[in-house]
């Protein structure tokens, strides 16, 4: 979830620049309902009139998810190459937003200078097309926003990445580099999408029984990888999963994918022998809804595979999705499916700098401020360190929401903007302390109670108690009824509060006999 701000001026005349406008996924067990976390924008929304513009990096749902949602608030034009701004316009379609958002198309290596702001896009190499790091030039010196990046000699697809650019940059005297952390734990060097295609080739090519191949259908060098993989086995290219079309159409109309292979219908496919065909699938995260779950639960309606065939993983384990992913490969392996991943064979590269990368770009920008981002605040920590014994003068980690000046002067964080979450709930985007994600979390783990009390004039019980319960076990209902027409007969304790007196009741029976406190709320209705 990415959202960088630059301001530039005299806090009365301040303008800003926003490099980035991305999501997180929200998850079954810590945001139960939610499907994307977003950030709160509460800041921006303030300076809205002087916000220039969004300039987006690359195509990642990190970095452009959340633009469809926010842009409402913001109403400024947006900055992206082809690609990426072809992935924005379908996602801008679907939210009804293509007629109002100013999307501007900047070539690859362009320019665009908003108010104090001289921007340059630089190629580089990531795990989608189109990636760009951004120069952005003002009178107090330059800055260096990376996005997200690698060093791949062979992308196999687009540019490689611009050390020329870079380094011309270093020369200039670079301010600041804003760099991805994702790998800076990770020694070494991240490998070539070009290894990853002779390895994948080779491996398909030993293969016997149905293929299926799971990616990002984002990383559109592997799908061609997939493509010329199945072609070298003999092998009817399928794809199966509606991310993989449109990521396959967005990839050709802009210019992308030239020499990719036919494609062969689904209900094509099912009458070939196992041999002949290879499954290209989404759902390499274990997403319930993908092709890939759908085919491990047998219940997709052209795609069967069973013993014999072959699942390979050309991806990595996204954190958080490690148990979905490994309830997968046990429901594979329950067929009889053979599961190859990158753990057992070289069948992904990350799209991350690892160290040695890193080390590489601090000596082209050589940048007097290191300022790590796009992780966890252990991998960011680790970057500031690797950075300071890579000479660069200072390193500084901030937090979201911090407000860092990179100049004049040393850099300093001087002050904190509001921030923080918000949650796509169904059509509606609520803030996170609004709470519905924690109260959804506590309902499923110890169901709810619903208690009215009826009472008289004088405040006395005029009726036995009615209670609805949902997800308690029955052997807890009885002693919880019990309870809660004690406490609502009994004496009232000293603060007299009836409905809290209830609450705890039903809650302390609950406990004692279950070790759960479910959620109770109490009601009392006068007649
Ligand atoms: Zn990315
Ligand atoms: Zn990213």
Avoid at 352 to 365: K, N
Wanted: overall charge negative.
């Amino acid at each position: 979830m990415n959202l960088n701000c630059y301001g530039y001026g005299p806090p009365e005349q301040r303008k800003w620049i926003v490099v980035d406008c991305g999501v997180l996924f929200g998850r079954e067990t810590s945001t139960p309902g939610i499907d994307l976390i977003m950030p709160d924008i509460r800041f921006l929304e303030e300076v809205r009139d002087d916000l220039l513009g969004i300039i987006l990096t690359h195509g990642h749902e990190d970095h452009l998810g959340a633009v469809a949602h926010l842009w409402p608030k913001l109403r400024c034009p947006v900055y992206a190459t082809p690609f990426t701004a072809r992935l924005l316009h379908d996602k801008l379609e679907e939210a009804g937003l293509e007629t109002r958002v100013r999307v501007k198309i900047v070539p690859l290596g362009g320019r665009v200078t908003l108010g104090p702001f001289a921007m340059e896009f630089i190629s580089i190499t990531h795990s989608i097309p189109e990636p760009n790091a951004i120069a952005i030039r003002t009178p107090l010196g330059t800055v260096v926003h990376t996005g997200d990046w690698k060093i791949d000699p062979e992308p196999l697809l687009g540019e490689v990445t611009d050390v020329t650019a870079l380094r011309g940059l270093g020369e200039e005297g670079v301010l600041a580099m804003v760099c991805d952390s994702t790998n800076a734990l990770v020694p070494g060097e991240s490998g070539s999408e070009a290894e990853v295609r002779r390895s994948l080739i080779r491996l398909i090519g030993s293969l016997k029984g149905r293929v299926a191949v799971t990616a990002f259908a984002s990383n559109v060098a592997r799908l061609q990888t997939v493509a010329e993989a199945a072609e070298a086995a003999g092998r009817e290219l399928v794809l199966v999963g509606r991310s993989m079309h449109h990521m396959v159409n967005c990839a050709r109309d802009t210019g992308y994918l030239k020499n990719f292979p036919r494609v062969l219908a689904e209900e094509e496919a099912e009458h070939l022998p196992a041999g002949n065909v290879l499954y290209l699938c989404t759902g390499s995260q274990g997403e319930p809804r993908a092709a890939l779950a759908r085919i491990a639960a047998g219940d997709h309606p052209t795609v069967s595979l069973g013993e014999g065939d072959t699942v390979i993983f050309s991806s990595r384990i996204i954190p958080g999705n490690e148990l979905a992913i490994f309830e997968l490969h046990n429901q594979l392996a329950a067929k009889g499916i053979a599961v190859l991943t990158e753990r057992d064979h070289f069948v992904h590269v990350s799209g991350h700098p690892a160290r040695d990368e890193l080390a590489s770009m601090y000596s082209w920008v050589k940048p007097r401020i290191a300022v790590p981002v796009h992780g966890e605040l252990r991998h960011m920590s680790e970057h500031a360190r690797l950075a300071r014994e890579l000479q660069v003068p200072q390193a500084v980690v901030i937090l979201n929401g911090q407000m860092l000046r990179l100049a004049p002067g040393a850099a300093e964080i001087i002050d904190e903007t509001p921030s923080g979450r918000l949650h796509l709930d169904g059509r509606m985007l609520v803030h996170e302390d609004e709470g519905f994600a924690r109260a959804r979390r506590s309902l499923g783990f110890a169901g709810f109670i619903g208690v009215t009390l009826v009472l008289d004039r004088k405040g006395r019980l005029a009726a036995d108690p009615a209670l609805h319960m949902e997800g308690i076990p029955d052997a807890v209902q009885g002693p919880v009824r019990e309870a809660i027409a004690r406490a609502a007969g009994g004496k009232r304790g000293r603060d007299g509060d009836l409905e809290e007196q209830v609450r705890i009741a039903a809650r302390r029976a609950a406990n004692e006999i279950w070790g759960k406190k479910p959620m109770v709320r109490v009601q009392t209705v006068e007649v």
